[in-house]
Structures are given as C-alpha cells and as structure tokens.
C-alpha cells in the first residue's frame, strides 16, 4: 500500500452560530493551506489577525474545553474543530475565527463536517508523514483516568466513559477514517452532568449552553430535545474529543488508543507524550567516531575470529576497543533479517535471545582476538541478570557493548549491554568457555 498524500481543503467555507462557553455569535471560515503548514487558528477579530498552532505546546487550559493561546490571544473549545478536520482526512487548514471559540452548532461536530464537505478536500503533492506507534505508551492521573495507545495498523479508539458514582458507563471502540467518522462519530454531542451545570456557569462557562447543543445528564435520565442518536452517544462523543486533542502532538499516528475515562486534561497530556515519543525517534543514531588500525575491525576480520556465519552471525563489525577487555560492535538490523518472517508477521522485533547471542559475540571477539586464543570457540555456560528493555525493529543500529571482568584458566565473565539511539535495549551478565 502507498503512502497517502496530504491534504487541504479545496476552497474556503463557512459556518456561523454561538459559541459554549462564552455565549457569543461567532463566523468561522476553514480555508486552504499548503502543505507541511497543519492546522492553525486565526482571531480575525483581532488587528493583527494572529495565527495560533493547533500544537500541545500552546495549551492554556483543559476545563470543561481546550483551550489554546499565543501570549494573550486565546481561542477556547477547539477539540470538535481539529477533531473533524483530522477525522476527515485533512491534514493542513486555517480555521479563521471573528471571536475566540468556534461556534456549538448542536454540540458535536456535524456543523464542521457539513464544512469541510461543502469546501471539498484536496490532495496535495507532498506525501503525509504517519507516526508509528512501535511501543506502549501509557498516562494515567490521580482522578482515574488512564489512557494507552498500543501498536496498531490503523487508528483505532476504545473508549470506556464513566460518569460520576459509576453513571451512564458506556463502551464504544471503532477504527477511526473518514467514512467511519462521518457515520459513527461526527454526530455524538457533547454532554454535561447536572450537578456540575451550576459550578461552571459561577465560573462563566457554557453561556450559550441550551437543551439545544447539550445533553444535560440528571441523576439516570437524559434531558435533551431529542433522544439519544447511538446507544453509546456519550463514549462516542469522548472519542470525537480525543481525536481532536490527540491531534494537538502535532503528528496522525497509527495506533491503539484505549481510554478509560477520558478528559481534556489527560488527552492533552498524552498528547505531549506523542509529541515528545516522536521527538525520540527522529534522533538518529549519534555518529560513531571509528578509529583507525588495529581498533576497527570489519565484517571479514571479524569472521576470521569468530566460527559464527549467516544467518547466526550478529556482529557486522568492530566500532572500538578500550583496552583489552572492552570492544564496543555493530549490528545494522535490517528487514532483511530471516528471522523476522516469524517473529513477528507484521510486527518484526528482533528476538531478545538474539540479542543475547550478539552481545556473546562481541564478548567473545574480546577474548579470542588474542594470540593465546586465535582458533578457539566461544561456548555459552549461563546468562545472568537478563533484562529486556525496548524492541528493537527493522532499521535500528545496534550497539553492542561488552566488556570482560575477569578471567578464570578458560573461562570467562562478560558484562554486556546493547543500545538503539542512546537507550538501552537489553543487558545481561555472560559466563563462558573458551575451548579448542
């Protein structure tokens, strides 16, 4: 399957309505922008007209709403926008805006779906970038909220909504695209416990709020002018949420989110996570000074000191020697590698035990290099403290360090670990024989 490209929208639209929180009327006009720009909010209101990133980094508040600001200008409630311009397939927009929060509409995000169709979508030159999700990350907060994004090939939410003293639970989970969106997501409204209608309107909130544009859960009914539209509306209007405030890292990603009572405060926050997670993985491996002479060896005299040949060699060469009891090598893991066709179909990871055997091979170069040892083998007699910290996939570098403690008549203690990008991946205490 080819990488998608990016996309914008064809041509500006606009919808006009009151805002939540401030009671305001507000115009809002989503437009086209070029490719790599993403999404940003623009007070033309203001006389400066400024832009403001939909980014995490500018995240002012999450009660009740996001809220994002650039200094002093703010723009407030903005997850149904982002949401349905992310859950729609638009990947670079300008949501223009004459107040500082996106009209309510009915509470969900059908009035900025109707939008974005009326403007159409457009396909761009530049190809989307897509962030894999390779391990678990977790969040979870002192109020219970816990949120988990898993390895997925496709974005996919679980939500479990809990009310207050366990209320109107509900579960809904769905992979998320834009047909999918459209139909089972974009129509959930937003809804609001009675008992915590007061609170926010003494602190000014939901001025505009009406049994029109929110559900109004009281003790177990529903008060609303119209029933619910999906069994599981609530859950369902937590995921449009989390879609848009999952956009906020910056980067669409492939992956399992599962959330357990969700809200603005831990969407954001993991959004933060995203966003730093993908920082990581952009740091490429630091360049390996190689030294010259004798300190380097290369995949044929590495060869000549160990029996090991394909598939089980896992040394493609030596980076450095400290000493005579430190080597520091090199394994490329490529997608090539025999034993990712089963381990694991469509998630490859490198076997902990291989890694194990490679850290075993660079000890044993340490050993068998010298000139009492030339000819001898290796043999593996106990392996101690394993650990295994991170999976290490197709295209990792893998540093392999081992260093030798000590040296009994034949047999010898290594002290190993491998590293990917400066974190460690595994370690490991090694004992073994140095025979004929």
């Known amino acids: 399957m080819s990488a998608p490209k990016q996309q914008t929208l064809a041509s500006s639209a606009t919808v006009t309505g009151t805002s939540l929180h401030t009671g305001e009327q507000v115009t809002l006009t989503l437009k086209p922008a070029p490719v790599d720009h993403g999404i940003k909010f623009r007070r033309i209101d203001l006389n400066d007209q400024p832009f403001i990133d939909a980014h995490v980094s500018k995240v002012q508040t999450v009660e009740r709403a996001t809220t994002l600001a650039e200094g002093s200008v703010k723009v407030h409630t903005v997850e149904h926008v982002i949401s349905a311009l992310v859950g729609m397939g638009v990947d670079n927009a300008i949501v223009e805006m ?80 834009p047909e999918i969106y459209e139909k089972e997501i974009a129509d959930a409204r937003t809804f609001v416990f009675y008992e915590d209608v007061e609170p926010l309107l003494e602190k000014g909130l939901i ?159 340490v050993i068998l290099r010298t000139p009492e040892n030339q000819g001898k083998i290796g043999y593996f007699m106990s392996a101690d403290k394993v650990k295994f910290r991170k999976p290490v996939i197709p295209g990792d570098t893998l540093i392999i360090e081992s260093e030798i403690l000590k040296v009994r008549r034949n047999i010898a203690y290594a002290q190993c670990r491998c590293l990917v990008n400066g974190e460690v991946t595994s370690s490991c205490d090694l004992k073994f024989a140095i025979v004929t």
Request: glycine share 8%; hydrophobic share 35%.
């Open 207 to 365: 001025q505009g709020g009406s049994l029109e544009n929110a559900i109004v859960i009281k003790d177990e009914s529903v008060m609303s002018k119209e029933s619910l539209r999906y069994k599981e509306e609530f859950a369902r209007h937590k995921i449009l949420d989390i879609i848009g405030d999952l956009m906020l890292s910056g980067k669409r990603f492939m992956g399992h989110v599962i959330a357990v009572k969700p809200g603005h405060g831990p969407n954001t926050e993991m959004a933060a996570k995203l966003a730093k997670t993908y920082e990581q993985t952009l740091s490429m491996v630091p360049p390996v000074t190689i030294p010259t002479g004798e300190a380097v060896m290369d995949n044929i005299e590495v060869q000549k000191v160990l029996p090991h040949r394909y598939p089980f060699l896992m040394v493609d060469r030596v980076v450095g020697f400290e000493g005579d009891m430190k080597c520091t090598g090199v394994k490329q893991v490529t997608t090539n590698e025999p034993f990712f066709q089963g381990h694991f179909p469509g998630h490859p990871v490198m076997p902990g035990v291989l890694q194990v055997e490679a850290m075993a091979q660079v000890a044993s170069i």
């Open 98 to 177: 004459d107040a500082n929060e996106p009209p309510i509409g009915d509470g969900s995000a059908r009035p900025f779906v109707d939008c974005i169709k009326k403007a159409g979508i457009e396909e761009q030159e530049a190809y989307a970038s897509i962030f894999e999700i390779r391990e678990p990350i977790h969040l979870e907060t002192k109020s219970g909220s816990l949120i988990t994004i898993v390895p997925d090939k496709s974005f996919r939410v679980s939500c479990t909504q809990v009310g207050p003293d366990g209320r109107m639970t509900q579960f809904y989970s769905t992979e998320v695209n």
